[in-house]
T-cell receptor, first 112, second 111 residues
Framework: QKEVEQDPGPLSVPEGAIVSLNCTYS??????FMWYRQYSRKGPELLMYTYSSGNKEDGRFTAQVDKSSKYISLFIRDSQPSDSATYLCAMSRTGANSKLTFGKGITLSVRP | ETGVTQSPTHLIKTRGQQVTLRCSSQ?????VSWYQQALGQGPQFIFQYYREEENGRGNFPPRFSGLQFPNYSSELNVNALELDDSALYLCASSRDHPEQFFGPGTRLTVL
């Protein structure tokens, strides 16, 4: 079993839809949770960062962490064609300078 | 503020050759991590350098090695290239914080 599992894709939605992206993990030592967006042939771009359980909102994006279920989610409201990309969840155990463990990524396509 | 930069953008090598990839960290960042991303997969941690010392290593053989310089830039060296080494190599920088910021990557093709 991989440490981080991400819902398989690809995912295609119409413009304006609410998108839910999810990851589960097995290592209870993970404390920091991140979502990255990666456009084709580019490096990952940090979208959201959350420590421990709870919610965090940034514009159209909301990140949720449920450590009791070892489950994290990223919600995208009012999705736009420019949101079309691969989304990667990532986690780390300790704080500063800890390695990131990534999910496989899910490719999202938002249709105009 | 200058972001993370990597060079070259892409390169092609043949099996058995050696390659050096370079990374300049974001201004003010003292830690550089290297990741390998195969096609259709998430990035896999190779190793990390903090203040010029290796600070953790993933499940990669010793032919993957690195350096960090006093200005916190870094190099990734891969000896005896194999076909499976073909991937996007990503460098990420950070400073005493969990968030890591990635460069655009170097796409390596091994023939």
């Amino acid at each position: 079993q991989k440490e981080v599992e991400q819902d398989p894709g690809p995912l295609s939605v119409p413009e304006g839809a609410i998108v839910s992206l999810n990851c589960t993990y097995s290592n209870s030592a993970f404390q920091y949770f991140m979502w990255y967006r990666q456009y084709s042939r580019k490096g990952p771009e940090l979208l959201m960062y959350t420590y421990s359980s709870g919610n965090k909102e940034d514009g159209r994006f909301t990140a949720q962490v449920d450590k009791s279920s070892k489950y994290i989610s990223l919600f995208i409201r009012d999705s736009q064609p420019s949101d079309s990309a691969t989304y990667l969840c990532a986690m780390s155990r300790t704080g500063a300078n800890s390695k990131l463990t990534f999910g496989k990524g899910i490719t999202l396509s938002v249709r105009p | 503020e200058t972001g993370v930069t990597q060079s070259p953008t892409h390169l092609i090598k043949t099996r058995g050759q050696q390659v050096t990839l370079r990374c300049s960290s974001q201004s003010g960042h003292n830690t550089v991590s290297w990741y390998q991303q195969a096609l259709g997969q998430g990035p896999q941690f190779i190793f990390q350098y903090y203040r010029e010392e290796e600070n953790g290593r993933g499940n990669f053989p010793p032919r993957f090695s690195g350096l960090q310089f006093p200005n916190y830039s870094s190099e990734l060296n891969v000896n005896a290239l194999e076909l499976d080494d073909s991937a996007l190599y990503l460098c990420a920088s950070s400073r005493d914080h969990p968030e890591q910021f990635f460069g655009p990557g170097t796409r390596l093709t091994v023939l």
